[in-house]
């Protein structure tokens, strides 16, 4: 296996790359797979140095996996999103949201949110939130419009059998169908807002192979929390939305800034939830730092950290940032 060189920038496209001075490798839950999978050696992730960017700070391995690779790893070697998965499994089976500590609390009370978009992942930021916010507050339903979802999603899953089996499947189908609508309306508290998730079908994502039980996270998120699917690249540039999310997703598409750039010229508000940790993992191309936010100000974007404000109790380090391109920010906590 070849590694690629990636000499410019993911994010800026800037040339101007300085060795980075935390060069530590020690393998995690997704290299130790890699390694694994493609018989390779600690030698060969050693090959990969990494780099910081001096315009925007962001850090990158240069050399990487080939764009071809990169695919595998997200849809093969660890085609499940973990940790999006788990967040659905804490929800809907035993009523515990993602953990933003008070985000969406702040954010609802200084914000007037009817139309709100995340990226590329449904079930990492808010739209758990959204949904417990809409519908009443019962475990049970919680559990049932969960497993009335799988079962509806699974149940169209016929290849290889025999017509019996396929006509009584598309019986369960419509069976599991009206259940699941039937329980959503008696649960019902309020109008939706209106939410979507945009995709863009990177190699540096997860895909088709996102799975649990047979169903894909984003053909679940469609139907259980009521949201519409776009592709980034069909998307009309008229869109416009109140706020918009994005959860440990723009270091994993291969057009970052590009995004970004959607999301804060169509949105009032932009929140970005990243990694802002200087030791880079081999599983990653790149990452931001919590220098970001100083590029993003020198930019002219209004932009305010709000780590510490939403009281999260967390290890990791990490960094929220609300952002705006035509707001200034200031928060009532």
Same mark, same amino acid.
């Given at each position: 296996m070849r590694l690629s060189n990636y000499n410019e920038c993911i994010f800026c496209g800037s040339s101007k790359l300085k060795l980075h001075f935390n060069q530590n490798f020690t393998h995690n839950f997704y290299t130790i797979a890699i390694k694994n999978d493609f018989k390779l050696s600690d030698g060969f992730f050693k090959k990969m140095k990494i780099f910081e960017c001096q315009k925007c700070h962001t850090i990158q391995n240069n050399p990487w996996f080939s764009k071809e690779t990169s695919f595998k790893i997200f849809n093969e070697v660890y085609g499940q999103h973990n940790r999006n998965w788990s967040n659905v499994i804490n929800f809907f089976q035993n009523g515990i949201k993602p953990n933003h500590g008070k985000l969406f609390y702040i954010l609802n009370k200084n914000l007037k949110i009817r139309n709100y978009c995340e990226f590329n992942v449904p079930f990492m930021g808010l739209m758990i939130d959204f949904f417990s916010q809409e519908y009443?507050?019962?475990?049970?339903?919680?559990? !049932?419009?969960?497993?009335?979802? %799988?079962?509806?999603?699974?149940?169209?899953?016929?290849?290889?059998?025999?017509?019996?089996? +396929?006509?009584?499947?598309?019986?369960?189908?419509?069976?599991?169908?009206?259940?699941?609508?039937?329980?959503? +309306? $008696? =649960?019902?508290?309020?109008?939706?807002? $209106?939410?979507?998730?945009?995709?863009?079908?990177?190699? *540096?994502?997860?895909?088709?192979?996102? =799975?649990?039980?047979?169903? !894909?996270?984003?053909? %679940?998120?469609?139907?259980?929390?009521?949201?519409?699917?776009?592709? /980034?690249?069909?998307?009309?540039?008229?869109?416009?939305?109140?706020?918009?999310?994005?959860?440990?997703?723009?270091?994993?598409?291969?057009?970052? $800034?590009?995004?970004?750039? /959607?999301?804060?010229?169509?949105?009032?508000?932009?929140?970005?939830?990243?990694?802002?940790?200087?030791?880079?993992?081999?599983?990653?191309?790149?990452?931001?730092?919590?220098? /970001?936010?100083?590029? *993003?100000?020198?930019?002219?974007? /209004?932009?305010? =950290?709000?780590?510490?404000?939403?009281?999260?109790?967390?290890?990791?380090?990490?960094?929220? *940032?609300?952002?705006?391109?035509?707001?200034?920010?200031?928060?009532? %906590?």
């Open positions: 009443r507050e019962n475990i049970n339903f919680y559990k !049932n419009i969960f497993n009335y979802s %799988l079962k509806y999603l699974s149940s169209r899953q016929v290849a290889g059998m025999k017509k019996a089996s +396929i006509k009584k499947k598309q019986k369960e189908a419509k069976k599991n169908l009206n259940k699941l609508e039937e329980i959503k +309306i $008696k =649960n019902k508290l309020k109008n939706n807002i $209106k939410k979507s998730i945009i995709i863009d079908n990177s190699y *540096l994502s997860w895909l088709y192979n996102d =799975n649990y039980k047979s169903v !894909n996270s984003r053909s %679940l998120a469609s139907k259980i929390l009521d949201i519409e699917i776009e592709d /980034f690249n069909l998307i009309k540039k008229t869109k416009r939305y109140d706020l918009f999310g994005i959860f440990h997703t723009l270091d994993h598409t291969h057009q970052p $800034k590009k995004i970004l750039d /959607f999301a804060l010229n169509n949105s009032k508000y932009v929140l970005i939830y990243c990694h802002s940790d200087q030791n880079l993992e081999k599983q990653h191309l790149f990452s931001f730092t919590d220098k /970001f936010e100083s590029y *993003l100000k020198k930019k002219k974007f /209004f932009c305010k =950290n709000i780590t510490f404000e939403i009281e999260k109790k967390t290890k990791s380090k990490e960094i929220y *940032l609300l952002c705006s391109k035509f707001y200034e920010i200031n928060l009532k %906590l």
